[in-house]
């Protein structure tokens, strides 16, 4: 017989049971979302992949913001940079590795060619207000930078004639600083917005399924940053990036700590997943070296793909005036405005390589959209910053504000 106490202990572990089985419910039914959207995807992505642009430009994609430096055996993170660089196949990989006050942390790291892959060695560097920039590329005077204010940091490193990229704008506070971007997403901080239980939860139903594309479900727009960069943008000439800060390490660990070493645990991040949710493509017409690569940053001559949603090699963004087309990152001067009116007409042309929402923004404002559409043009005779977004239908709700391609602005002066 069972004594009344035991009924009501058997009552309890019922009711636990029942309860954790019906916490699973809905991610087994995300875990079948993202099956049915990853075949969606699939289906969708040109066949086969763009290859050449009919705007004569050859188009580079890549990586900025990864690190290697502090995520446990350097040889072991380096094969597996390497190798996962291959399977998504990266043309270039830019590393932005933490500095040391002991060595030159970007003359230990991968630099240069391997194979048809071009590794680009830099350092993430913060300056005495705390304010954090990727410098590109990286040198033994990185460590100083830490005692130095964010206007003179910025100053120093374009004095070598490197790029000086804004990281985690969402902490910072030296506006005034001449920067020469913004990187207005960044995953590792996106993902740390997760809960961690039910990031656990989508990693043990989801992350068999497409674990890259599960890390997805939490790519959102970033109104702020982008916000931030529209304000700047209008007043002078800047690019965004987005970035994986790739570390390898991002995980559940029971011993040890998520940079370090650690005996049990499950890493979230494995380079191979994280290299393919977003990209940078570079449009130059010259063969892709270090100096070609910075130069065509430096103009802004890229967009950022979140390529987890779709292959968006073949975007182009354009704008044609007085029988000359300029692609993105161009600046437009005009001889003179007359009540803010150009003194010429300009017309954009947006093509995307699948059918998706397209988003033409001036200074941060909608000004035209069209959906289920390979195509958009507009007309204008108004200066601004000019730049698109787009975004995938048919997904889900889980990707409706999910970014697939942002685009970086042409400017008409």
Request: proline share 5%.
């Amino acid at each position: 017989m069972w004594s009344p106490r035991k009924k009501v202990l058997l009552k309890i572990l019922i009711f636990i049971v029942a309860a954790l089985l019906l916490l699973q419910i809905p991610f087994a039914y995300r875990a079948c979302q993202i099956s049915s959207v990853a075949q969606r995807i699939a289906s969708t992505n040109p066949q086969p992949p763009v290859g050449s642009r009919s705007d004569g430009l050859t188009e580079y994609v890549g990586l900025l913001h990864v690190h290697s430096v502090h995520s446990g055996e350097l040889s072991d993170a380096y094969d597996e940079m390497i190798d996962a660089a291959c399977e998504n196949q990266l043309d270039f990989v830019v590393l932005t590795e933490h500095y040391s006050t002991a060595f030159d942390t970007s003359a230990a790291t991968l630099n240069g060619n391997y194979g048809s892959l071009l590794f680009v060695a830099g350092n993430e560097v913060n300056s005495r207000p705390g304010d954090r920039y990727l410098m590109v590329p990286g040198g033994s005077e990185a460590s100083d930078y830490r005692l130095l204010p964010s206007k003179d940091v910025v100053d120093r490193i374009h004095a070598k004639g490197g790029l000086a990229v804004l990281a985690y704008p969402e902490k910072y506070e030296a506006w005034e600083a001449p920067f020469d971007g913004i990187e207005v997403a960044n995953l590792n901080t996106i993902l740390r917005t997760a809960n961690p239980l039910a990031a656990a939860l989508d990693y043990l139903w989801s992350g068999h399924v497409d674990r890259p594309l599960m890390i997805a479900r939490y790519l959102k727009r970033t109104d702020e940053n982008l916000k931030r960069f529209d304000d700047i943008a209008t007043q002078r000439k800047i690019f965004m990036t987005g970035g994986p800060d790739a570390h390898s390490a991002i995980g559940f660990h029971l011993f040890g700590d998520e940079l370090g070493e650690h005996l049990l645990g499950v890493k979230l991040d494995p380079y191979v997943d994280t290299f393919r949710l977003v990209r940078l493509h570079v449009l130059t017409y010259k063969p892709l070296d270090r100096d070609s690569l910075i130069e065509a940053m430096k103009n802004g001559a890229f967009f950022v793909g979140f390529d987890v949603l779709g292959d968006s090699r073949g975007f182009s963004f354009t704008a044609e005036s007085d029988g000359k087309t300029s692609p993105t990152g161009t600046e437009i001067a005009s001889a003179a405005t007359k009540g803010n009116i150009l003194d010429f007409g300009v017309k954009f042309h947006v093509a995307s390589p699948i059918a998706s929402r397209i988003v033409l923004l001036k200074n941060g404002e909608k000004i035209a959209e069209t959906s289920h559409a390979n195509e958009l043009t507009f007309d204008s005779t108004t200066p601004g910053e000019y730049r698109v977004e787009v975004y995938r239908e048919g997904l889900g709700s889980d990707f409706d504000n999910a970014p697939w391609i942002l685009s970086n602005p042409i400017y008409i002066r």
